[in-house]
């Protein structure tokens, strides 16, 4: 079967690092996609792996482990906009490998305080 | 400006009554998708569309009907068959190639009184 979890919640301090990890079992594993989404607002493309290893993109970095089956998700000096909802989304393509779909967690709600 | 349009960002409806929630994009996607959004759960896939005139269905299409007739427009017809329409709807598309990233429309949020 296909599943993804995630932390639910997780609070963190202004200025400081956290790591939001994502766990994932996916018959097909063709990606791993991390998302933000700001309460009431869409989804904003963060960061995408394929292969092992680490990804970094300014303050935001994403690695990936796939015989683990574990990503995660780094944020540096955090601001007070980074309050929000982190998705992981697992790209799948299923038993024919004629699809590609993603698959989504339920998301990190995290809070940042001053 | 390039990107992905949903209209209205709120609707209201009664019980019973079929509504169609718009989505266009001027990315030159030839993919679009539309999932929808509940507290506590993940997106779920509703419906897909890979190419002009064709779509599948994703893992809750029951209640649900799409169309594709232009490549920038992919409407979602939310119909009285659903059986608990109150949801935030989210349009996606994709290159469907390489990456293939999906990037999402700004949402609408269905009430059903």
């Known amino acids: 079967g296909q599943n993804i979890d995630q932390p639910t919640e997780m609070t963190a301090t202004e200025g400081a690092i956290v790591q939001i990890n994502c766990t994932y079992q996916t018959s097909g594993f063709n990606g791993l996609f991390w998302y933000q989404q700001h309460a009431g607002e869409a989804p904003t493309f963060l960061s995408y792996?394929?292969?092992?290893g680490l990804e970094e993109k300014g303050r935001f970095s994403s690695f990936l482990s796939r015989s683990k089956g574990y990503s995660y998700l780094l944020l540096k000096e955090l601001q007070m906009k980074d309050s929000a909802s982190y998705l992981c989304a697992v790209r799948d393509h299923g038993v024919s490998g004629a699809t590609n779909k993603l698959i989504f967690g339920t998301g990190t709600l995290l809070a940042v305080q001053p | 400006d390039g990107g992905i349009t949903q209209s209205p960002k709120y609707l209201f409806r009664k019980e019973g009554q079929n509504v169609t929630l718009s989505c266009e994009q001027n990315l030159n996607h030839d993919a679009m998708y539309w999932y929808r959004q509940d507290p506590g759960q993940g997106l779920r896939l509703i419906y897909y569309s890979q190419i002009v005139n064709d779509f599948q269905k994703g893992d809750i299409a029951e209640g649900y009907s799409v169309s594709r007739e232009k490549k920038e427009s992919f409407p979602l017809t939310v119909t009285s068959a659903q059986k608990n329409p109150t949801a935030f709807y989210l349009c996606?598309?994709?290159?469907?190639?390489?990456?293939?990233?999906?990037?999402f429309g700004p949402g609408t949020r269905l009430t059903v009184l």
């Open positions: 792996n394929v292969l092992d």
């Open positions: 996606a598309s994709s290159t469907g190639q390489g990456q293939d990233t999906q990037y």
